[in-house]
């Protein structure tokens, strides 16, 4: 249905009235239909992303076993936690679900706090794609289709501000740049690529998997089942300390599928733009996820299998993924065509990224939980988008990547801030079911599982996080402490007497004079 017929129907009245009742005005525009609400959760997630540049994560942990045991857990505790928000958001479908969940179903203190996690959490997942978009442009585009020497050419950094520094850092600033311009004017141009991208992940993905397990030396599938320690030079030092226990090195490999299978709370945040939110929103959420962990799956497997060795791949470190292309027997130009086609999916993955962040940045500042909320909450009339939010975005996604080796601590960060954000809805959800005020149910329940439900994706995503900030993270684990630290010292001095939260009961009611003025603002 063209977007100005449903502007006059029902299903527009009904999703705007639910808007309305939880204190916010319609101010973006509802574009986005079930597929386009699934493809920018599928973006983000992108398996040609997380799963190529973070291979070396499983990859350098426990070998195969990485993969063929590490792959799945990982997922289905991701699955668990979308199964469990997506019963939160079709509740209550907002712009910025993780803050408006845990401040409805927990206190405004405690949605404060899973706000400025999330927020974290999404600046990273832009920081890290868009850190990987540079790599594999570098290593694989330049180095690999065109057979260019880019560590002669100056693009391979030594250390700061050198001139592969200085590279590295325009190229991502460039690139973002142009992500925060199609995200600024407007949600059909951001759709259309996302939609795109849905397509183009499906079809890489399978060509990829096909066309090396076509040209493979031979097909070991024992190898995907195989447990190994490749921790210190072994693994081309991705996990510099050689580690004895060979579990605690597999649960270290469980990041890469936790980097990978993550953002996918993008549904919700979008879910003011999309029709039917209370429905697709966790739609959305679930199908991404299975979905990535499916495709994701079998094409890691053909990574393993296609290799001529595990240990030699290994040792390749965060250079496997080129490697392997470049030892397959595949036709160069089949090569050369599936390397652009990583490259895109990966550059609208970080699109898809921003997407999410601004609009959480745009959620938690119309209610006043960020530094300038009046100027981060404005939205475009002409584009109806959060522009201001958009480009400080991107902004700070930027700044993030000028720390040196960012890569790991980027994507380690991202997963572990994102996974505490999603642990605290969650848990904030199961105590108010227990106790009997979470009263409305959306028309997605879990009915007599939820509480299962709920237990299992606390405990799944809170070993995760534990994983997360185990050395050689540690440094992760000590940003996370920290920001705890500095959050309560921020909320006992300042925001608990400053910060009131998202409207609620009689406050939501009340608004009706700003919800009018600000829907005549934009035009609507």
Known sequence: ??????????????????????????????????????????????????????????????????????????????LLVAAAMGQIASSYPTAGGIYHWSSLLGGRGYGWVA????????????????????????????GEVMGLDTKAMGWVTQGAFDSGWWIQTLFIAGLTATQATLNHVGIRATTILTDFSGYLIFVVAVLLTLGLLAYAPSLDFGRLFTFSNFSGEAGGSVWPTAMQSTMAVFMLGLLQGV????????????????????????????????????????????????????????????????????????????????????????????????????????AFARDGGLPFSKA?????????????????????????????????????????FLYISYIMPIAAGLRAEMNGTWAHKGPFNLGAASKVVAVLAVIGAAI????????????????????????GIIWAAFESRRFKGPPMGELATQRRKEIEDAEKAVGG
């Open 376 to 416: 981060l909450a404005h939205v475009s009339r002409k584009y109806r988008t959060p522009a201001n939010a958009i480009w400080w975005a991107g902004i700070l996604s930027v700044i993030a990547t000028l720390y040196g080796d960012a890569f790991v601590v980027l994507s380690t960060g991202c997963a572990v």
């Open 1 to 78: 249905m063209p977007t100005k017929d449903y502007e006059k129907s029902e299903a527009y009245s009904d999703d705007v009235k639910q808007l309305h009742s939880m204190g916010y005005a319609q101010e973006l525009s509802r574009r986005m239909g079930a597929f386009q609400n699934f493809a920018i959760s599928f973006s983000i997630i992108c398996v040609l992303a997380g799963g190529i540049t973070a291979f070396p994560l499983s990859l350098s942990a426990a070998g195969g076993a990485s993969v063929g045991f590490g792959w799945p857990l990982a997922c289905l505790f991701a």
């Open 464 to 487: 995760l996080v534990v994983v997360g900030i185990q050395p050689p993270n540690e440094k992760v684990g000590y940003l996370s402490a920290g920001m705890l630290v500095a959050m």
């Open 259 to 362: 980097y990978t299978v993550t953002g996918f709370d993008a549904s919700a945040h979008t879910a003011e733009e999309t029709r039917n939110a209370a429905r697709e929103a966790p739609r959305g959420m679930i199908h991404a996820v299975f979905w990535s962990f499916l495709f994701g799956y079998v094409m890691l497997c053909a990574f393993i299998l296609a290799m001529p060795s595990v240990e030699e791949g290994a040792k390749q470190g965060w250079n496997a993924f080129p490697w392997l292309m470049n030892e397959s027997p595949m036709p160069k130009v089949f090569k050369d065509i599936l390397i652009i086609g990583i490259v895109v999916a990966n550059y609208i993955c970080a699109l898809a990224g921003l997407t999410s962040t601004s609009r959480m940045m745009y």
């Open 115 to 142: 706000a400025w996690f999330n927020l974290l959490g999404l600046l990273f997942v832009v920081s890290s794609v868009n850190f990987g978009v540079f790599l594999l442009f570098r290593d694989l585009l330049l």
